[in-house]
């Protein structure tokens, strides 16, 4: 089993690394704690322009069909800054669910929405 990380995995890697870097400063975190919203619109607006939203929706619901090692690398840069917008409640568990469990109805409703940040579950 080959483990090396494909071309897009690792610009993945370095995109969220550099972009977590960048972004989630102690200056930041203090604004969003005291945003209604508990998280950045702007910043998920611009998640949804990095494809972050679509990784793991499937092609055919407007994402990108990513996997478990996408994911985690994205979870792990969002770690490492603390990042604080609802990835995990609304595009891992959220649209996995819907993807797996709903009816062509929800997923043709829901999952395009979650893909372009639209939709997301508030904290």
Request: net charge negative; with cysteine; charged share 25%.
């Amino acid at each position: 089993m080959d483990l090396t990380p494909s071309d897009e995995q690792r610009l993945l890697r370095e995109s969220a690394e550099r972009f977590v870097g960048e972004t989630y400063s102690a200056d930041h975190r203090r604004r969003v704690a005291n945003d209604p919203l508990g998280f950045s619109a702007e910043i998920w607006r611009q998640f949804a322009e990095l494809g972050w939203l679509a990784l793991p929706i499937p092609e055919a619901y407007g994402g990108l069909g990513g996997g478990a090692v996408e994911i985690g690398i994205l979870m792990e840069a969002f770690g490492r800054g603390l990042v604080s917008e609802p990835y995990l409640s609304t595009v891992v568990i959220g649209a996995a669910l819907i993807a797996e469990c709903g009816s062509e109805q929800q997923k043709q409703a829901l999952l395009p929405k979650v893909a372009d940040g639209t939709l997301y579950r508030r904290t």
